[in-house]
């Protein structure tokens, strides 16, 4: 029972040093308004340059009444650092008023619209140490008289 823990913990070890020995793969787009390509159905991540850490978003939009709001544009790029999670208002050169939102993350395709991007080398080792455990620990009955 000891050898499927260490094979488990072996497993572990090479998915996360796989992912991080790739660097970061975030979205990199921009969009002008309503845009399809980066604002709704944003392209697959790619790998950032070794100096960017994180990814990032962000959204200029002029403020409507009751939440609503008008998207002007979209870009969603690789990032320096953290710049955390923030907006702000002010003013274009006609008078126009604009907001400003950007949000850095720090995980593969942490900037695509979904969410949720793994690398597929994880989902096939966790899928690799699941079926280890499963056979290890359900042992095939063996019947006689066969």
Do not use: F
Not at 5 to 32: A, D
Request: with cysteine; glycine share 8%.
């Amino acid at each position: 029972m000891a050898s499927v823990w260490n094979i488990t913990r072996l497993l572990i070890l090479i998915t996360t040093l796989c992912q991080q020995g790739w660097g970061l793969e975030c979205v990199q787009c921009e969009g002008v308004g309503e845009e399809e390509q980066c604002t709704k159905i944003p392209p697959a991540p790619q790998t950032c340059p070794d100096t960017m850490s994180y990814c990032i978003t962000i959204k200029t939009s002029i403020p409507g009444p009751e939440d609503t709001s008008l998207l002007r544009s979209m870009v969603r790029s690789c990032a320096p650092g953290d710049m955390g999670k923030d907006c702000e208002t002010g003013k274009t050169d006609q008078g126009e008023v604009i907001e400003v939102c950007h949000d850095t993350c720090d995980y593969d395709g942490c900037n695509h619209a979904s969410q949720l991007n793994p690398k597929p080398v994880s989902i096939l080792l966790l899928l690799l140490s699941l079926v280890v455990v499963v056979c290890v620990w359900m042992p095939v009955p063996i019947t006689q008289g066969l």
